[in-house]
């Protein structure tokens, strides 16, 4: 009788210890996610692009353009990073609608300058493909051979 008793509560020990699992595991994953800290992109974009192109690539009009949406952030990744690396002028960006200058990036590192470039073709509601390190390396070494 005792011995069966024993057994019994044991039993139930166990069938405790399994739901407090399931509860503890259910919890877990209801825990809000913990907002991520900033991308390398979104930090080196915070440093060196924003105090121009403002916090959501808005800019300013009349002085320095958008990034959201507009055609040389999400265009052709040479264009951009000529323009964006030694002011190679595109050509859908004609002199003279924006009273802003904007300082060259080429002391940028390669990584730096993908990480950078990712960020905003993916930010701000762009969706184009990313800027890789092989692609700013090549601009950066047939700018040189100019
Ligand atoms: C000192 C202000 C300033 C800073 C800092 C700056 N820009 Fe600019 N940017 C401008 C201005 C002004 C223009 C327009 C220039 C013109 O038309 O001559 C421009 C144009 C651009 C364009 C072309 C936009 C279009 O609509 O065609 C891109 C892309 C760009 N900037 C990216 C960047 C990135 C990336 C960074 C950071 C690495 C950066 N800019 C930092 C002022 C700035």
Do not use: K
């Amino acid at each position: 009788m005792c011995e069966q008793r024993a057994v019994s509560s044991h039993r139930l020990w166990r069938v405790a210890a399994g739901l407090a699992c399931a509860l503890l595991l259910v919890a877990c994953h209801r825990v809000p996610q913990v907002a991520q800290p900033p991308s390398r992109g979104s930090r080196l974009y915070t440093a060196h692009c924003l105090s121009c192109h403002q916090a959501q690539g808005q800019g300013v009009s009349g002085i320095q353009p958008p990034l959201a949406g507009t055609p040389v952030p999400n265009g052709d990744p040479e264009v951009l990073l000529a323009w964006v690396m030694f002011g190679v002028r595109p050509t859908v960006l004609p002199a003279g609608h924006y009273a802003g200058v904007m300082p060259q990036f080429n002391y940028l590192s390669d990584a730096d300058l993908a990480a950078i470039l990712s960020y905003v073709r993916s930010s701000f509601g762009n969706q184009s493909s990313v800027i890789t390190v092989e692609q700013v390396a090549s601009v950066r070494s047939r700018q040189a051979a100019r």
